[in-house]
């Protein structure tokens, strides 16, 4: 899981492009949005899509489970484990 969650580091620095971060810059157990990292709904879209394009995952824009999943990076890469199809 932990090759997972530094991928997953890695795809959110490269699809958001934030400059000046390393994936260990990135605590997995942190928040995304508002605290922690600071995303916010722009970058959760663009996430999303990459993590489609890259698992093959598929998840729902405005459903309370999608929220939860992207709580933290450890939160996501759960996800991907059990919902990937590539």
């Not at 459903?63 to 759960?78: C, I, M």
């Amino acid at each position: 899981m932990q090759a997972l969650e530094q991928e997953i580091k890695g795809l959110i620095i490269e699809s958001l492009n934030l400059e000046d971060i390393s994936p260990d810059d990135i605590d997995p157990e942190a928040a995304l949005f508002v605290e922690g990292l600071g995303l916010d709904s722009i970058d959760a879209l663009e996430l999303g899509l990459a993590l489609q394009k890259r698992y093959g995952v598929t998840m729902s824009a405005d459903s309370e489970e999608t929220r939860q999943h992207f709580g933290s990076v450890r939160k996501l890469a759960a996800f991907v484990s059990t919902s990937r199809t590539k």
